[in-house]
T-cell receptor, first 110, second 111 residues
Framework: GQQLNQSPQSMFIQEGEDVSMNCTSS?????WLWYKQDPGEGPVLLIA?????ELTSNGRLTAQFGITRKDSFLNISASIPSDVGIYFC??????????FGQGTRLTINP | NAGVTQTPKFQVLKTGQSMTLQCAQD?????MYWYRQDPGMGLRLIYY???????DKGEVPNGYNVSRLNKREFSLRLESAAPSQTSVYFC??????????FGDGTRLSIL
């Protein structure tokens, strides 16, 4: 099946730092989504991207749909403790079902 | 505002037993999904329902059956549980063909 590779797998940062993570694939996607999962809960949709080059913000979060359509990026500015969790990217190709990456686990030291 | 409600939250089964995981949404969404999440992996789609009375296989449907009897409810059944089905199961719903609202999951262990 299609594979999405998220990088890094885990991050340990200080509160207040900016965060960058990405998601790459060998296939072209026409939709990219970013989710966040808190411990013991289901994922929450953060941002949806539908066009190559699109840049979309949600508060301190900004995501970009890569120009090649094979990647997407998520940035978090001025991290706070509640940003802790696992961030998942997901991509859709044509009419096929959504494919999820393996997640980036974010840990913040106060 | 309940959103997507899954029951039970936890369950332990013996190999060969059967059970049904329940999911209900109160947002009047047409699309509903069942995913499983295993350690170190992203979510994998088991089954999808675009509307009441319709279902479609996802990436990992073997060993599972689903039922969408009405717009609110989408159940997942394990007819003969196997240890490989130990996982966290998530139900989701959406207005669009992309999952938007997830439940808090059912943690299932099969011994």
């Amino acid at each position: 099946g299609q594979q999405l590779n998220q990088s890094p797998q885990s991050m340990f940062i200080q509160e207040g730092e900016d965060v960058s993570m990405n998601c790459t694939s060998s296939s072209i996607f026409n939709t990219w989504l970013w989710y966040k999962q808190d411990p013991g809960e289901g994922p929450v949709l953060l941002i949806a991207l539908y066009k190559a080059g699109e840049l979309t913000s949600n508060g301190r979060l900004t995501a970009q749909f890569g120009i090649t359509r094979k990647d997407s990026f998520l940035n978090i500015s001025a991290s706070i403790p509640s940003d802790v969790g696992i961030y998942f990217c997901a991509g859709q190709r044509g009419a096929q079902k959504l494919v999820f990456g393996q997640g980036t686990r974010l840990t913040i030291n106060p | 505002n309940a959103g997507v409600t899954q029951t039970p939250k936890f369950q332990v089964l013996k190999t060969g037993q059967s059970m049904t995981l329940q999911c209900a949404q109160d947002m009047n969404h047409n699309s509903m999904y069942w995913y499983r999440q295993d350690p170190g992996m992203g979510l994998r789609l088991i089954y999808y329902s675009a509307s009441e009375g319709t279902t479609d296989k996802g990436e990992v449907p073997n060993g599972y059956n689903v039922s969408r009897l009405n717009k609110r409810e989408f159940s997942l059944r394990l007819e003969s549980a196997a240890p490989s089905q130990t996982s966290v199961y998530f139900c989701a719903s959406s207005e669009t063909p992309l999952p938007q609202h997830f439940g808090d999951g059912t943690r299932l262990s099969i011994l």
